[in-house]
């Protein structure tokens, strides 16, 4: 019988926390062997990665455990995607190898999904926790430590009003891998219909953008992991910001208006994006990488701009539409 769930875990030369991982995962479907596959792709690890991968495929052998290693590093996103692809099952999960999740998380996702057959989008809720301090950490756009702030348990509501709710108020919550289960039919039809999605940081908002507006959501009430802030490379990295702020959210954002999102949502966005820009960020890489920078800014300019200016004919069309036509007696 086919698979409910895939849980899958793309890793890179951490292989003490994949072990950690897989051993949560051990514990967290006992009992839910029947509906769950697992499934490592390893991206070319250099460390003991593939001795932790046969550990736990012996240890787990009643289960069906399939991993794949690459021939070289493909990167992140690329990594990710290839999990996603590479499932059969109706769901894919695809979880950080280090991010700390609940144990009853994997039984209320199996619950949710088998009473939701047409499900096509679970976001689980998550509180976030910084690295170095320790301390609570949520964006400023939430009040309190839960990163969703909508509570849609039994996937009534619409799917795009909920997405679009959740991507404006936290593009971070939206991206975060592990609080993503897909109907896998949809997200691998998304990656067919913009295969240059491996390429962009935040194409994940995509993904679930996509399957949100083809299907129910449900957004969980309760938290069932914690995002560990501070550890992703591209948090890390100022040019990687440049690129997330002024390149890869726009180009999210203009594939979700190309897949059935509004042109008002769009433009929403567009000019959120603008308005949201670290002016800090961008004059500090502006004078340390100058050609690279201005490259990077001068599209994402042309379409705000671009936006600015649909808009106005638009509001003045419908202002024309509202108003009494004068009449001379």
Same mark, same amino acid.
């Given at each position: 019988? /086919?698979?409910?769930?895939?849980?899958? +875990?793309?890793?890179?030369?951490?292989?003490q926390?994949l072990?950690?991982?897989?051993?949560?995962?051990?514990?967290?479907?006992?009992?839910?062997?029947s509906?769950?596959? +697992?499934?490592?792709?390893?991206n070319?690890?250099?460390? #003991?990665?593939?001795?932790?991968?046969?550990?736990? &495929?012996?240890?787990?052998?009643?289960?069906?455990?399939?991993?794949?290693?690459? =021939?070289?590093n493909? !990167?992140?996103m690329?990594?990710?995607?290839?999990?996603?692809?590479?499932?059969?099952?109706?769901?894919?999960?695809?979880?950080?190898?280090?991010?700390? %999740?609940?144990?009853?998380?994997?039984?209320?996702?199996? #619950?949710?999904?088998?009473?939701n057959?047409?499900?096509?989008?679970?976001?689980?809720?998550?509180?976030?926790?910084?690295?170095?301090?320790?301390?609570?950490?949520?964006?400023?756009?939430?009040?309190? #430590?839960?990163w969703?702030?909508v509570?849609?348990?039994?996937?009534? !509501?619409?799917?795009?009003? %909920?997405?679009?709710?959740?991507?404006?108020?936290?593009?971070?919550?939206?991206?975060?891998l592990?609080?993503?289960?897909?109907?896998?039919?949809?997200v691998q039809?998304?990656?067919q219909?913009?295969?240059?999605?491996?390429?962009?940081?935040?194409?994940?908002a995509?993904?679930?953008?996509?399957?949100?507006?083809? !299907? /129910?959501?449900?957004?969980? /009430?309760?938290?069932?992991?914690?995002?560990?802030?501070?550890?992703?490379?591209? &948090?890390?990295d100022?040019?990687?910001?440049?690129?997330?702020? =002024?390149?890869?959210?726009?180009?999210?954002?203009?594939?979700?208006?190309?897949?059935?999102?509004?042109? &008002?949502?769009?433009?929403?966005?567009?000019? &959120?994006?603008?308005?949201?820009?670290?002016?800090?960020?961008?004059?500090?890489?502006?004078?340390?990488?100058?050609?690279?920078?201005?490259?990077?800014?001068v599209?994402?300019?042309?379409?705000?701009?671009?936006?600015?200016?649909?808009?106005?004919?638009?509001?003045?069309?419908?202002?024309?539409?509202?108003?009494?036509?004068f009449?001379?007696?």
């Amino acid at each position: 019988m /086919k698979k409910l769930l895939t849980i899958a +875990i793309p890793t890179y030369n951490r292989a003490q926390l994949l072990d950690k991982q897989l051993a949560w995962v051990a514990q967290a479907i006992a009992g839910l062997e029947s509906e769950c596959e +697992i499934f490592v792709s390893d991206n070319c690890s250099t460390d #003991n990665t593939q001795e932790v991968i046969k550990k736990w &495929q012996k240890n787990l052998s009643h289960i069906t455990f399939k991993s794949s290693r690459n =021939y070289e590093n493909i !990167g992140v996103m690329r990594n990710i995607i290839h999990c996603l692809k590479s499932a059969t099952t109706k769901y894919v999960w695809t979880i950080g190898d280090d991010d700390p %999740i609940q144990d009853k998380a994997v039984a209320y996702v199996i #619950n949710q999904l088998k009473k939701n057959e047409d499900l096509s989008l679970l976001f689980l809720n998550f509180s976030g926790r910084n690295q170095i301090t320790g301390e609570p950490v949520h964006p400023p756009t939430i009040v309190g #430590n839960r990163w969703f702030d909508v509570d849609n348990e039994d996937g009534s !509501g619409d799917g795009k009003a %909920i997405f679009e709710h959740c991507f404006s108020k936290s593009v971070g919550a939206v991206i975060f891998l592990t609080a993503s289960i897909y109907r896998t039919e949809l997200v691998q039809r998304a990656l067919q219909i913009w295969s240059e999605a491996e390429n962009n940081w935040i194409s994940l908002a995509y993904l679930a953008g996509y399957c949100a507006a083809n !299907g /129910k959501i449900i957004v969980t /009430k309760d938290i069932y992991m914690e995002c560990i802030v501070g550890v992703s490379y591209w &948090q890390k990295d100022p040019q990687s910001a440049i690129l997330m702020q =002024y390149k890869h959210l726009p180009e999210v954002i203009t594939k979700l208006e190309e897949n059935g999102y509004s042109k &008002q949502f769009y433009r929403r966005m567009m000019f &959120q994006s603008f308005k949201e820009a670290n002016l800090k960020v961008f004059l500090g890489a502006l004078r340390r990488w100058p050609m690279f920078t201005m490259k990077t800014i001068v599209p994402f300019l042309t379409l705000v701009s671009l936006s600015v200016f649909d808009a106005v004919p638009t509001k003045e069309f419908k202002m024309a539409q509202t108003t009494e036509p004068f009449t001379q007696n």
